[in-house]
């Protein structure tokens, strides 16, 4: 029992404690890049991201083939005044079929739509984007979805950098380096 606690509290020699030190320093720039693009994310406004108007031209549910037999559905549709695609990521399954149909039979072509997205270098790409914010057709807003989740997922992000900080003063201390000598 002994020996298992001297592993774990014991010194460790500066060359371990650089390996360990870059192993830990990898997580906490990934994390922190995270955290800060969901962060920026949601806290964009509707005034902040793209905005497109115009008379729908193109409507259709495409499905995309992933890992093996397995199928996701997107709804995908274009105005009249746009080079690129918009759509709703749907899912897979049973259910992303259905909501395809409704969203299908929902738009009709030549409906007079507002859509509110956020246009990235990834969505250009593509040539789709599946960051919609919110649609409204005729005036009415028909579809609307949250920063919710982005906000937890930057929060929780911003949770592990902490937890691997905490780890890299735990192996400095370990490591009998300047932060914790008297």
Same mark, same amino acid.
């Given at each position: 029992?002994?020996?298992?606690? $001297?592993k774990l509290t014991g010194p460790i020699t500066k060359s371990d !404690?650089?390996? *360990? *030190?870059?192993?830990?320093?990898?997580?906490?720039?990934? !994390?922190?890049?995270?955290?800060? !693009?969901?962060?920026?994310?949601?806290s964009k406004t509707l005034d902040e991201l793209t905005q497109s108007e115009g008379r729908l031209t193109y409507k259709e549910v495409i499905k995309q083939q992933y890992k093996g037999n397995n199928y996701r559905y997107t709804?995908?549709?274009?105005?009249?005044?746009?080079?690129?695609?918009?759509?709703i990521f749907l899912g897979s399954g049973e259910t992303a079929i259905e909501d395809g149909e409704y969203?299908?039979?929902?738009?009709?072509?030549?409906?007079?739509?507002?859509? $509110?997205?956020?246009?990235? !270098?990834i969505t250009e790409h593509e040539n789709i984007t599946r960051i919609i914010r919110q649609i409204e057709q005729n005036g009415e807003i028909v579809y609307q979805t949250g920063t919710k989740g982005k906000?937890?997922?930057?929060?929780?992000?911003i949770g592990v950098v902490l937890m691997f900080l905490l780890m890299l003063l735990w192996l400095t201390k370990r490591a009998n380096l300047w932060v914790f000598k008297k």
């Open positions: 029992m002994s020996n298992l606690k $001297h !404690f650089k390996y *360990r *030190r870059n192993t830990v320093t990898a997580p906490i720039v990934i !994390f922190s890049a995270l955290a800060y !693009f969901m962060l920026s994310n949601s709804f995908v549709f274009k105005l009249d005044n746009t080079e690129q695609y918009l759509g969203w299908n039979k929902k738009f009709t072509l030549g409906d007079k739509m507002i859509v $509110h997205y956020d246009n990235n !270098f906000k937890v997922i930057g929060l929780v992000s």
